[in-house]
């Protein structure tokens, strides 16, 4: 079975600022403690955070990127997870919202662990 679930962090940096630090290799691997590679442009491109392996497949700039993410330790056979990054503003906060669905139930927490890295990393950069 697969689970869906949704996690999110608030700031008083921009919704530009959250982006950016998302998309900044140093700031993950130096806050989070994840080993990561970061290769994006305007057409998609590759995002690794730790084991999770993920392929862009929409960037846009400042708003959303949607990718197609997978770790090692998943299932044999299991498909790739849908992963939604969205960076918006309400009132005098800024939100990043990461979604992900199609995750194996026995990967979820492994996954929702490297996300809420992410998340405080770059809360921490974008302040």
Partial sequence: MAK???QAARCTASPTKLYRSFLDEQVISDLA?????VAVDENGGKIVFGDAKAQVVVNTKNKMIVMDLKTPSWPKGAQNALVTVA??????????EVFSSNV?????DELKAIWK???????????
């Fill in 4 to 6: 869906t679930f949704k």
């Fill in 33 to 37: 403690g994840l080993k990561t590679a």
């Fill in 87 to 96: 960076f918006s503003k309400e009132e005098d906060t800024a939100l990043i």
């Fill in 104 to 108: 194996p139930d026995e990967n979820a």
């Fill in 117 to 127: 890295s992410v998340l405080s990393a770059v809360k921490k950069a974008a302040v």
